[in-house]
């Protein structure tokens, strides 16, 4: 008998384990480096310069992909809890180092992160940074295939007006 309640219990643990791994592993983030797809390797391993005034904010650690410091419009607004850390005037260079998808495992959108680090100017300090960039574009009710477009960033003069469909460019 004892025999029994232990193989019952072991299996009853592998079952409590596999299920728990399982809802781990769905719910989870998704993490995809993209930085070899159009547009971001355009701009991937170089050297961009500001064509509008910026800010660095300290995120609010819920929101944090990477690193702790998001990259803004200077208009942009500053979240509740969120801390401006230095305006980077026009002019200033960001040095791109990646770009990265980022897939919610309970709703299943993707966000669009640009990586990189940017010295700011005074101090002289480094500090690596987020920068939102893309947008998904999904429907239930057109006949359109998903894809993603690019608005105008902050080093950029006009925006990318493509679409970026994610069957044919591999995009997730």
Do not use: C
């Not at 998808?101 to 005074?122: D, E, K």
């Amino acid at each position: 008998m004892n025999k029994r309640l232990a193989l019952l219990f072991s299996f009853a643990l592998a079952a409590i384990l596999t299920f728990g791994s399982l809802l781990y592993y769905v719910t989870s983030t998704k993490v995809t480096d993209v930085s070899t797809f159009e547009p971001y390797s355009e701009i991937v391993g170089t050297t961009v310069v500001l064509k509008r005034p910026a800010v660095i904010v300290r995120n609010l650690d819920a929101f944090v992909n990477e690193h702790p410091y998001l990259l803004i419009e200077i208009d942009q607004g500053l979240f509740e809890g969120t801390e401006a850390i230095a305006t980077l005037p026009i002019g200033t260079s960001l040095e791109i180092q990646k770009a990265k998808h980022f897939t919610n495992g309970s709703s299943g959108f993707t966000h669009a992160f640009v990586l990189g680090w940017v010295q700011l100017p005074g101090s002289g300090k480094i500090v690596p940074f987020e920068y939102g960039w893309g947008e998904q574009n999904i429907s239930l009710y057109s006949e359109e295939e998903e894809y993603w477009t690019y608005p105008v960033a902050l080093w950029q003069a006009n925006a990318n007006t493509a679409k970026f469909y994610m069957e044919k460019t591999g995009l997730q």
